[in-house]
């Protein structure tokens, strides 16, 4: 019981807690729209077990830290393909499964955001019964594969910031609790106002951007992408509070209560 009496390890706690936090405000924001496609009475629940999802992954990460430095290590150099053999620019060309994870989720989080935006300003209103109807399975798999990819990248975060597992799967819970508790005004507020709703999925187009470059090694600081977002939700809210009590924009295909 040493640890309860070690000021590093609650610092450690504490700060790991809160970036745990804030790298899952994306998580927070993919899971809210991605339920808001489902009716009224299942969305809680179908936030409540994404996020379960993604404690449960975040945890099973961590207690593979030796399969996760594995992760790391090249799997083949894309610079062969293109003649190159040795230098600097061929060691930036090599691949690693951190680096196609990375990839796919990127790939995968810009098609969802595009599509969604599509769907949302230019889609057919009252899609015919031929087309796939959106299932409760179908979106829990969707937000089960992209936890994977924002889990590696908590859980990568995680192992450079503390030293005791047990600090590190205290944080997730933790921060993972917090976002339970937090989820459903979140998934509110977008749902409730189109134009935040359009921010958020512009915001998911800069995460997957982000996570294309990382796969490239080319390191984007979230910092940027953050402060950019926050900037515009602020003008946002300052658009809201100007235009209150005016009906808000309609978009298409929103499930009815």
């Known amino acids: 019981m040493e640890w309860i009496a070690n000021p590093e390890i609650w610092i450690s706690l504490i700060t790991l807690t809160v970036l745990e936090i804030v790298l899952g405000i994306d998580n927070i924001i993919f899971i809210s729209i991605m339920a808001s496609k ?6 809680k629940k179908a936030r409540q077990l994404g996020l379960a999802l993604a404690m449960i992954t975040r945890v099973l990460l961590l207690l593979s830290l030796s399969w996760i430095m594995t992760l790391t ?15 600097e620019l061929f060691e930036k060309f090599a ?19 595009t599509t969604e935006i599509h769907d949302k300003l230019e889609g057919e209103e009252h899609k015919s019964d031929t087309k796939a109807v959106v299932t409760f399975s179908g979106v829990i798999i969707q937000i089960l594969i992209l936890d994977v990819v924002f ?48 921010l958020a999925l512009s915001f998911l187009l800069l995460i997957g951007v982000s996570l294309l470059a990382e796969g490239f090694e080319q390191h984007i600081p979230k910092g940027y992408i953050y402060f ?14 100007m235009n209150k009590g005016k009906k808000p924009v309609h978009l298409k295909n929103v499930p009815e209560d």
């Open 38 to 43: 489902l009716p009224a009475n299942k969305q």
């Open 151 to 198: 889990s590696l990248d908590s859980v990568i975060t995680a192992v450079g910031m503390a030293d005791h597992i047990e600090v590190m799967i205290a944080a997730v819970i933790i921060a993972v609790i917090v976002m339970m508790l937090s989820a459903g005004s979140i998934s509110d507020f977008v749902n409730k106002h189109p134009t935040v709703k359009m």
């Open 228 to 241: 950019a977002m926050a900037f515009s939700v602020l003008v946002e809210m300052l658009n809201l509070k």
């Open 95 to 113: 691949i690693s499964g951190r680096d196609l994870i990375l990839l796919s989720g990127g790939l995968f989080l810009i098609y969802k955001s």
């Open 73 to 87: 290590s090249p799997l083949f150099n894309a610079g062969e393909w293109i003649g190159l053999s040795e230098g």
